[in-house]
Nanobody, 123 residues
Framework: QVQLVESGGGTVQAGGSLRLACAAA????????MGWFRQAPGKGREFVAA???????YYADSVKGRFTISRDNAKNTVYLQVNNLNAEDTADYYC?????????????????WGQGTQVTVAS
């Protein structure tokens, strides 16, 4: 099992940027497909971005062109660069690890989850 810890959240003005990080302990992240999900107040958890262990990348339509997922295997960390933020991006952001290569836009495919980091966009 891999332990995941997110960081990098905070409060930012609309149009601003953040870089979220997900550090792993216990296992090598390069052997996992990784995803980012978010949950806004009063809403369900939704897919944001994912990268397979072979480098394929997937994004929700609402974040394409604004968010970028990447990984640094040497640091055992996955990142989510979030740019041009708007109020609809306000949510708790969670990273997750999966051993599968398919269905990476679906939360049920992930076996390990972090505790989340909060992003608040002030308008």
């Amino acid at each position: 099992q891999v332990q995941l810890v997110e960081s990098g959240g905070g409060t930012v003005q609309a149009g601003g940027s953040l870089r979220l990080a997900c550090a792993a302990a216990g296992r090598t992240l390069s052997t996992y497909s990784m995803g980012w999900f978010r949950q806004a107040p009063g809403k369900g958890r939704e897919f944001v971005a994912a990268t397979s262990r072979y480098g394929a990348k997937y994004y929700a339509d609402s974040v394409k062109g604004r968010f970028t997922i990447s990984r640094d295997n040497a640091k055992n960390t996955v990142y989510l660069q979030v740019n041009n933020l708007n109020a609809e991006d306000t949510a708790d952001y969670y990273c997750a690890a999966a051993t599968t290569l398919v269905g990476l836009t679906t939360a049920a495919q992930y076996d390990n989850w972090g505790q989340g980091t909060q992003v608040t966009v002030a308008s």
